[in-house]
Every structure is written in structure tokens, then in C-alpha cells.
Nanobody, 125 residues
Framework: QLELVESGGGLVQPGGSLRLSCAAS????????IGWFRQAPGKEREGVSC????????NFADSAKGRFTMSRDNAKNTVYLQMNSLKPEDTAVYYC??????????????????WGQGTQVTVSS
């Protein structure tokens, strides 16, 4: 069974940091681009970032540039989203997803096939 599991969410104060993890089971992430998406209450799911299957290319939404980074540890079959300088508007359920591997990626939800169940991130004082 193919499965993605997110972890690392929680409550953090504005300006704080969190590192989200996306662990795969049942398949190897090496061959997939991985994207992070988020959905706030009453809003559509939006792309946050993605990383290519090689790990050499990443792409970030304007809202994440300069604050978020992605990395992947293929040995652990896990991808990470490091989020710094968090703002209240970052509050959402965060999802990771796996799509076809390529040298580049786009955080476009329609390009991703396998999805995790999400982890809640709340930024509040």
C-alpha cells in the first residue's frame, strides 16, 4: 500500500520555526517529485513548494520564498519542509504529495498523484 505520512505540525508563535516531514511507505521517493501544499479553512488548497526527484531543483510560492526550504533524505525515504519566520497567515493544514519525477517541478496540485492526510500548523501568539 502506497502511503505518505506528514508529521511535525503544531502550534508555534509568530516568528517561530517548524520542520515538517513527509515519510513514504510502500514505495521509494527517489523517483518522485515531492510537493507541499496547504489549505486554510474556507480556502482552496494552494501549492507551497516542491523539490525535484534529484533534489537539485526546488520551487517556492511567493509566500514561501526566503522563509521556507525543502530537502530530501532518500536513505530515509523522507522529505522535509523547513519553515522559518512563520506568520499567522501560514496557519493551515499542510499536505505532502508525490508526482512524476523530473529535473524540475511545479507546486501545482494537479501534477501530484499520491497524497498524505495532512498535518495542522497553527501560528498564533
Amino acid at each position: 500500500q502506497l502511503e505518505l505520512v506528514e508529521s511535525g505540525g503544531g502550534l508555534v508563535q509568530p516568528g517561530g520555526s517548524l520542520r515538517l516531514s513527509c515519510a513514504a511507505s510502500g514505495f521509494t521517493l527517489d523517483y518522485y517529485a515531492i510537493g507541499w501544499f496547504r489549505q486554510a479553512p474556507g480556502k482552496e488548497r494552494e501549492g507551497v513548494s516542491c523539490i525535484s526527484s534529484s533534489g537539485r531543483y526546488s520551487n517556492f510560492a511567493d509566500s514561501a520564498k526566503g522563509r521556507f526550504t525543502m530537502s530530501r533524505d532518500n536513505a530515509k525515504n523522507t522529505v522535509y519542509l523547513q519553515m522559518n519566520s512563520l506568520k499567522p497567515e501560514d496557519t493551515a493544514v499542510y499536505y505532502c504529495a508525490a508526482g512524476s519525477g523530473s529535473d524540475v517541478c511545479r507546486p501545482d496540485r494537479y501534477e501530484y498523484r499520491y497524497w498524505g492526510q495532512g498535518t495542522q500548523v497553527t501560528v498564533s501568539s
